[in-house]
């Protein structure tokens, strides 16, 4: 079955540039979908497709994605980004999610 | 505006049978694809199921296929899970989220739905 792969954590310092990386076998085939949870709530698509934005969700957001890793970059990293954040995937008819990684705003 | 409700959730012994509701609002229910997807306590999400739009296509993770099922009743804007057999690595919180299409991202999540398989 498809893997993806996360940092468990990532801290960035208030301000700055945070990168998420998602590792998979030739993952810039597939289109990758990311996705914020805060404590306690649903998860909220904040990048889709690789690199683009709903609604509502700030330009600091941003992702990219190539042959095998994917990345979410948050830059000027606020307080309220701090969060886990999930990259998927489709393969095979089957919804494959990465293990997390949490997001530490420092 | 988009809004999905889970309820059905509670607690079951292992073998047991439980099943999930996700009550459907503000779009044209039997245009999309829905899905399950759960989140065991401290876990990660981890996709369960969907189902396409008029529910002749439906799909399982491994760990569930044989002892779940995903339906819907689009007269209702109702998307089902009937679980079965239920173990108690199936603890987790059941979230239904909607699909811009088959194999696509959710776009909109529930607030999940609680379910607990303990003696």
């Known amino acids: 079955s498809y893997e993806l792969t996360q940092p468990l954590s990532v801290s960035v310092a208030l301000g700055q540039t945070a990168r998420i990386t998602c590792g998979g076998n030739?993952?810039?085939?597939?289109?990758v979908h990311w996705y914020q949870q805060k404590p306690g709530q649903a998860p909220v698509l904040v990048i889709y497709r690789d690199s683009n934005r709903p609604s509502g969700i700030p330009e600091r957001f941003s992702g990219s994605n190539s042959r095998n890793t994917a990345t979410l970059t948050i830059s000027r990293a606020q307080a309220g980004d701090e969060a886990d954040y999930y990259c998927q995937v489709w393969d095979s008819s089957t919804g494959v999610f990465g293990g997390g990684t949490k997001l530490t705003v420092l | 505006e988009v809004q999905l409700l889970e309820s059905g959730g509670g607690l079951v012994q292992p073998g047991g049978s439980l099943r999930l509701s996700c009550a459907a609002s503000?779009?044209?229910?039997?245009?999309?694809?829905m899905n399950w997807v759960r989140q065991a306590p401290g876990k990660g999400l981890d996709w369960v199921s969907a189902i396409s739009g008029s529910g002749g296509s439906a799909y399982y993770a491994g760990s569930v296929k044989g002892r779940f099922i995903i339906s819907r009743d689009n007269s209702k804007d109702t998307l089902y899970l009937q679980m079965n057999s239920l173990r108690a690595e199936d603890t987790a919180v059941y979230y239904c989220a909607k699909t811009i299409g088959s194999y696509s991202y959710f776009d909109y999540w529930g607030q999940g739905t609680l379910v607990t398989v303990s003696s």
């Open positions: 030739n993952i810039g085939s597939k289109n």
């Open positions: 503000g779009f044209t229910f039997s245009s999309y694809a």
